[in-house]
């Protein structure tokens, strides 16, 4: 079956520190997002990509980065992590002609 | 600027009980609206409405949407403890295919 899974599933790092999200999909689709959850304000997107070597920028990606080098991955970059990016980040992805999208089981990321 | 706001933020209720679920959006190039379930893990998908007026229905779930008031519903009759979870709204924009979300609705079902 088809899935979209991120790894790790927890994670604790350190101010300062570079840190990468994994997600990868087995659905074949062209779309990729990144969202971080926090309590009050749903989820916020953070970076997408329409397919490879496409990158965009979403409502809250300062200190965030990605990369799209093949259709099923789309890492995500926190290059010096800081205690505000304490949260909870999910991956999702869509096919081109539909606007539902898959969600992975999320990463709970905790910077001290 | 997009924005999707639900209402009420938090709801609890007795089991069996019939609750309604607001989400309104001011977004440009509406495309279509979306409603999500989530337990304690990742978003499901329920329903997606592109047209005013025409219900979709899932089980005890049915969704409405209102284009002229920009608005949509979420029904649950017979709520049952399992359908304790948040339950996210979103819109798509016309030529995008990212969602913009609302803050979500956090649903208590007590037996």
């Known amino acids: 079956d088809a899935e979209i899974t991120q790894s790790p599933r927890h994670k604790i790092t350190e101010t300062g520190r570079q840190v990468t999200l994994a997600c990868h999909q087995t659905w074949n689709h062209n779309n990729m997002f990144w969202y971080r959850q926090d309590l009050g304000h749903g989820l916020r997107l953070i970076h997408y990509s329409y397919g490879v070597q496409d990158t965009n920028k979403g409502e809250v990606s300062d200190g965030y980065s990605v990369s799209r080098s093949n259709t099923e991955d789309l890492p995500l970059t926190l290059e010096s992590a800081a205690s505000s990016q304490t949260s909870v980040y999910f991956c999702a992805s869509s096919g081109l002609a539909y606007n539902e999208q898959f969600f992975g089981p999320g990463t709970r990321l905790t910077v001290l | 600027e997009d924005k999707v706001v639900q209402s009420p933020l938090s709801l609890v209720v007795h089991e069996g009980d019939t609750v309604t679920l607001n989400c309104s959006y001011e977004v440009t190039n509406f495309r279509s609206l979306l409603w999500y379930k989530q337990e304690k893990k990742a978003p499901t998908f329920l329903f997606m409405l592109t047209s005013s007026g025409i219900e979709k229905k899932s ?16 029904n649950i009759t017979a709520t049952q403890t399992g359908d304790s979870a948040i339950y996210l709204c979103a819109v798509c924009k016309l030529l995008a295919q990212k969602l913009v979300f609302g803050q979500g609705t956090r649903l208590t079902i007590n037996p």
Request: net charge positive; no cysteine.
């Open chain 2, 59 to 74: 089980g005890r779930l049915s969704s409405i949407l209102d284009k002229k008031e920009l608005s949509s519903i979420l």
